[in-house]
């Protein structure tokens, strides 16, 4: 099935853990993005790519690394989870040309204890 | 800083009825203005979207009307169907390079049966 797969759909994280959450699309998609959601903040980017081995940060980035080696990947590493960084988190793709609009994953609902 | 407003932040409608959800901008270099459509516990789903060049699209029950203008744009949602309620996101964006889509901070549309 075409779209964007981000896994795992849940976890819970104790402070000072490190993981990563993953993302893959199929669709050949340029860009690709990481937003976190949180209840009355909207959606807020936090790091994303416009190709392969090219990656810059969005509005909210701290305590987030990510990479792109190849165009279908792009994952996003908690270095050492803070109950701060509860929240769910979206992966999103789309074609450089505006007018496609973006993919999103079904989200990763992470939870820092 | 790019700008976008979206009201109502809530809306009860009737089945049957009209829900009309609006959109303010600032930038005037947007040329992509989508309507997301998310679910609880999904993501964010391209719904609509309209390019500048018209006023108006139809798309079954759901319409987008442009107002270059004034820099808004709105969903109407025609016969709503409790099936339709969720929140709804406008994102305008660009055709310049990268756009961090810049989310309104979403409509809760609850339809009632």
Not at chain 1, 38 to 58: E, K
Request: aromatic share 12%; hydrophobic share 30%; charged share 15%.
């Amino acid at each position: 099935n075409a779209g964007v797969t981000q896994t795992p759909k849940f976890q819970v994280l104790k402070t000072g853990q490190s993981m990563t959450l993953q993302c893959a699309q199929d669709m050949n998609h340029e860009y690709m993005s990481w937003y976190r959601q949180d209840p009355g903040m909207g959606l807020r980017l936090i790091h994303y790519s416009v190709g392969a081995g090219i990656t810059d940060q969005g509005e909210v980035p701290n305590g987030y690394n990510v990479s792109r080696s190849t165009t279908e990947d792009f994952p996003l590493r908690l270095l050492s989870a803070a109950p701060s960084q509860t929240s769910v988190y979206f992966c999103a793709s789309s074609y450089r040309d505006s007018g496609y609009g973006y993919t999103f994953g079904s989200g990763t609902r992470l939870t820092v204890v | 800083q790019q700008q976008v407003k979206q009201s109502p932040q809530s809306l009860i409608v009737q089945k049957g009825g009209i829900s009309i959800i609006n959109c303010a901008y600032e930038n005037t270099a947007f040329d992509y203005f989508p309507w997301y459509q998310q679910f609880p516990g999904k993501g964010p789903a391209l719904l609509i979207a309209i390019r500048p060049d018209v006023s108006e699209k139809k798309e079954g029950r759901f319409t987008i009307s442009f107002n270059k203008s004034a820099k808004q744009f709105s969903l109407h949602i025609m016969d709503s169907q409790p099936g339709d309620s969720a929140t709804y996101f406008c994102a305008p964006t660009g055709n310049t390079g990268f756009q961090k889509l810049v989310f309104g901070t979403g409509t809760r549309l609850l339809v009632s049966p």
